[in-house]
C-alpha cells in the first residue's frame, strides 16, 4: 500500500463515524456511501454489480480494501463471494469483520477475519494480534471451497454479546445456511474501526476474486458490563460495544438509584465504550448506577434501565471510625472459638468504606506494631477478625480476617491496645482488664470481652461484656 493510498485513508477513517456495513455494489462503485479504501485502483465494480479484483498479474501480489466499520458484539456479518480459482497457500482472501484499522495488510492490525481458502479448501475463523501470526478458532469442513474455477459461497458469522462466535455458509450462493465448524467463544477484541477485503494471489488469478453483499448489523442494545469509581465524584461507566454520542455522552441518561444524577458525561476519545460521569457531591459508599436509552452505533437501546452496583472508594478512618469491639486475650481453655488470642475491628461508620492501608495495632508505649496491607478495606458496618500471621486460618468460617505480623501478646489479666492511623493518629484505645468478666468462670480463659454499644465508645467496663 503507497503512502498516498495510507494517508487517504487515515483521512477516510478519521472523519468516518459509520457502525455498520451494507454494500450490494448496486450503485456501480465502491468510493461513496460507503467508502472503501486501499489498493483501490486494482478493483473495479463490474457489469453484474459485483466488486471484483483487478490486479497485476504478478505472483505474490496482495490487495486489500476496507471501509469504516465499529461493529462489535452482538452483531451478524454477511456476504457473498466467489473465488475462481484453485484455492491455495498463495491464493486465497480473508474477509475481516473486525479490525483495528484499515491497512488489512499490516502486521501491527488485529481483530478478527474469516479465510476462504487455503491449503485446506475451506472456511476458517481467525483471530488476529498485533504483530503476531494469527490464529484459527473455527475451522471450517475441508474441501467446501476445491473447485479450479468457481467456488461460490455465502458466509454468515454472528457473535453473540457474550462473544460465541458461529460461522455458517451456503455453497449455492443463497441463504440456506449450515453450521461449518463448532461454534466457539473469544472475547479478545470488543472495538473495531474497518471490515475489508484482503487478497494473496499468483499471477494468473489477479482478476478471480468476485464479492457482494456485506451487511454488518447490530440488533442488540448495549450491555452495562461495571461501574468503577475514580475518585470521590467521578465514575467510569464500561459498557460491552462503543455507545453513539447523542445518547451516550448524556448526562440526563444516568442517575444513581439514591437520586443523584451527573453534572457531566464524557465518552473517552481512545475507547468509545467508556463513560466518564462526574457528579456535583461526593459519592455514597454504596451505589447502584442506571443507565437509561444510551445507544449502541447502530442506534440501538435497552427498553429499560441497564444497572451496576459498584462502591465508593475506600477513606482513611478517622477517631472512632474504626474500632476495637472483641477482645480473646486468654485462649484455653478452649469454648467454642479457636484456640488463638485475637481481637475483633469494626467500621462504625454508615456511609465510609474504610482503607485500613497503614493503620496501626499495637500497645501504648510498645515499639513494635502491627501494620494493616495496603488492600486492607471495611464496608460500612462491617467487622474483621484480627491476628497473628501464622494464625488467620483458624478463622476463615468466621469472615474477614487479618493475620498481622507484630501483632501484639494480649496479656491475660489485661492491657492497653490502640489503633493508630497511617500517620500515627489515634483512632481508637481501649484498656481492659480480666475483671470486666464478672464472671470466675469465664475469667479463667477461652471466653472474650465484647463491646455492648459501638456508638457509646467512652462507658468503660459497663459497656463490655463477656461474649
Not at 33 to 59: E, R
Not at 293 to 309: E, I, K, M, T, Y
Not at 388 to 408: E, V
Request: hydrophobic residues 45%.
Amino acid at each position: 500500500m503507497s503512502k498516498q493510498l495510507l494517508f487517504l485513508a487515515f483521512l477516510l477513517f478519521s472523519h468516518a463515524a459509520s457502525a455498520q456495513l451494507r454494500d450490494d455494489f448496486a450503485d456501480g462503485n465502491f468510493t461513496q456511501n460507503p467508502t472503501w479504501a486501499g489498493t483501490a485502483n486494482f478493483f473495479t465494480v463490474n457489469t453484474q454489480g459485483q466488486l471484483q479484483s483487478n490486479g497485476p498479474a504478478v505472483t505474490g501480489t496482495r490487495l486489500q480494501l476496507a471501509a469504516p466499520c465499529r461493529a462489535s458484539t452482538g452483531t451478524t456479518w454477511e456476504f457473498w463471494a466467489n473465488l475462481r480459482l484453485a484455492t491455495s497457500a498463495s491464493n486465497l482472501a480473508d474477509v475481516w469483520l473486525l479490525a483495528s484499522g484499515p491497512d488489512l495488510g499490516s502486521a501491527a492490525t488485529s481483530g478478527y477475519f474469516v479465510r476462504l481458502g487455503g491449503t485446506a479448501d475451506n472456511l476458517t475463523l481467525f483471530r488476529k494480534d498485533s504483530a503476531k501470526t494469527a490464529v484459527a478458532f473455527i475451522t471450517g469442513k475441508t474441501g467446501t471451497l476445491s473447485s479450479s474455477t468457481n467456488n461460490l459461497v455465502r458466509v454468515r458469522i454472528t457473535r453473540s454479546t457474550a462473544s460465541r462466535w458461529t460461522l455458517e455458509r451456503d455453497l449455492a450462493g443463497g441463504r440456506n445456511f449450515v453450521a461449518d465448524g463448532a461454534p466457539a467463544t473469544d472475547a479478545a477484541y470488543q472495538h473495531s474501526a474497518a471490515a475489508g477485503v484482503a487478497l494473496l494471489y499468483s499471477s494468473a488469478n489477479g482478476k478471480n476474486f468476485y464479492f457482494d453483499d456485506f451487511n454488518v448489523v447490530d440488533a442488540t442494545p448495549p450491555l452495562l458490563l461495571r461501574a468503577t469509581p475514580l475518585d470521590a465524584r467521578r465514575v467510569e461507566v464500561v459498557f460491552n460495544e462503543a455507545v453513539d454520542p447523542a445518547t451516550g455522552a448524556l448526562a440526563a441518561g444516568y442517575q444513581l438509584r439514591g437520586g443523584a444524577v451527573p453534572v457531566a458525561a464524557e465518552i473517552l476519545a481512545n475507547n468509545p465504550a467508556v463513560v466518564r460521569l462526574t457528579f456535583g457531591a461526593d459519592l455514597p459508599a454504596a451505589n447502584v448506577l442506571e443507565a437509561r436509552q444510551v445507544a449502541d452505533l447502530f442506534g440501538n437501546a435497552a427498553p429499560g434501565a441497564l444497572a451496576a452496583s459498584f462502591v465508593g472508594l475506600p477513606v482513611a478512618p478517622g477517631f472512632g471510625d474504626l474500632i476495637i469491639s472483641e477482645i480473646l486475650a486468654d485462649e484455653t481453655p478452649v469454648v467454642g472459638l479457636p484456640e488463638s488470642e485475637f481481637v475483633e475491628i469494626y467500621n462504625r461508620s454508615a456511609t465510609k468504606t474504610l482503607s485500613l492501608r497503614g493503620v496501626r495495632l499495637g500497645k501504648t508505649g510498645a515499639t513494635a506494631q502491627a501494620i494493616f496491607p495496603d488492600t486492607a478495606r471495611l464496608l460500612p458496618g462491617q467487622y474483621a477478625v484480627v491476628c497473628g500471621s501464622t494464625r488467620a486460618a483458624q478463622f476463615a468460617s468466621f469472615g474477614k480476617a487479618y493475620g498481622l505480623t507484630n501483632f501484639p501478646a494480649l496479656s491475660n489479666g489485661g492491657d492497653q491496645l490502640v489503633l493508630r492511623g497511617a500517620g500515627g493518629r489515634v483512632l481508637f484505645e481501649v484498656t481492659y482488664s480480666d475483671a470486666w468478666y464478672r464472671d470466675a468462670r469465664k475469667q479463667a480463659g477461652g471466653w472474650s470481652l465484647e463491646m455492648v454499644d459501638p456508638a457509646n465508645l467512652c462507658a468503660g467496663a459497663d459497656n463490655w461484656t463477656p461474649g
